[in-house]
């Protein structure tokens, strides 16, 4: 049996097929052995999964529950927001600062200039 055989088949199952595709595809199993076989197999595989299928109620609507998950990305992510209290310079500093410098304990601020220590010809007119 071809692959894409076995995919309408699976579809047809699942009732994923619009009505003329469905027709045709309950023909083909009811004439091939092979295509009822597969038929049958996804049929028990689906009925025995949907008895294990975790019912879950959310508190909210889908659109509230997955708008808190953008505005959640988008906070992590430091996303510049019009309302947002710092200014553009300093999201833009956030997303330009490399990686490597906000994370590695080995790497270190810079040192202050050093001056020469004063040389004994200088130590002895007082310049500098």
Same mark, same amino acid.
């Given at each position: ?11 047809? #199952? @699942? ?13 083909? #199993?009811?004439? @091939? ?10 049929? &028990? ?8 299928? %975790?019912?879950?109620?959310? @508190?909210? +609507?889908?659109? +509230? $529950? ?12 430091? #996303? &510049?927001?019009? @309302?947002? /209290?710092?200014?553009? $310079? ?13 994370? +590695?304990?080995? #790497?270190? /601020?810079?040192? /202050?200039?050093?001056? %020469? ?12």
């Amino acid at each position: 049996m071809k692959h894409d055989l076995e995919l309408q088949i699976q579809a047809w #199952v @699942d009732g994923e097929l619009p009505e003329r595709e469905a027709r045709r595809i309950a023909q083909r #199993v009811a004439r @091939d052995a092979e295509a009822a076989a597969l038929a049958a197999e996804l049929g &028990c595989i689906r009925q025995a999964l949907s008895r294990h299928k %975790p019912s879950r109620a959310l @508190d909210e +609507s889908r659109q +509230s $529950y997955w708008g808190k998950i953008e505005r959640r990305i988008r906070r992590e992510a430091g #996303v &510049c927001r019009a @309302d947002s /209290p710092l200014p553009w $310079y300093e999201h833009w500093r956030k997303h330009m600062e490399p990686a490597s410098a906000k994370k +590695s304990p080995l #790497v270190t /601020p810079p040192c /202050p200039p050093m001056t %020469p220590p004063p040389t004994r010809s200088s130590a002895k007119t007082g310049a500098p």
